[in-house]
Nanobody, 126 residues
Framework: QVQLVESGGGSVQAGGSLRLSCVAS????????MGWFRQAPGKEREGVAA????????YYRDSVKGRFTISRDNAKNTVYLQMNSLAPEDTAIYYC???????????????????WGQGTQVTVSS
């Protein structure tokens, strides 16, 4: 049974930092591209960052480039999202997701992701 469990969310002031973690189990983690998505109240879920199976390639939405960094540790079955210079518009529930395809390329198309975590809340106050 595939499980993705996020942690690390919380409340911070604008300009602060948070590091999200997502631990995967139930499948071969190193064979899947991973992504982070977020959903703010009343908005569509949007892709934030994605990373290749080996961690060498990554992709970001424009609004987080230079502020967020995605990384992974295949030995720990964990993907991370380091978020710096947080702004109120970053407030959302953050989800990690997995593409179970060893030939995947990192991207932010939601429908390409097969497995999803339950999410972790990030709240940024001004």
């Amino acid at each position: 049974q595939v499980q993705l469990v996020e942690s690390g969310g919380g409340s911070v002031q604008a300009g602060g930092s948070l590091r999200l973690s997502c631990v995967a189990s139930g499948y071969t983690f190193s064979s899947s591209c991973m992504g982070w998505f977020r959903q703010a109240p009343g908005k569509e879920r949007e892709g934030v960052a994605a990373i290749s199976t080996d961690g060498y390639d990554s992709y970001y939405r424009d609004s987080v480039k230079g502020r967020f960094t995605i990384s992974r540790d295949n030995a720990k079955n964990t993907v991370y999202l380091q978020m710096n210079s947080l702004a109120p518009e970053d407030t959302a529930i953050y989800y990690c997701a997995a593409v179970k395809d060893p030939a995947c390329q990192p991207g932010l198309v939601r429908d390409e992701y097969k497995y999803w975590g339950q999410g972790t809340q990030v709240t940024v106050s001004s």
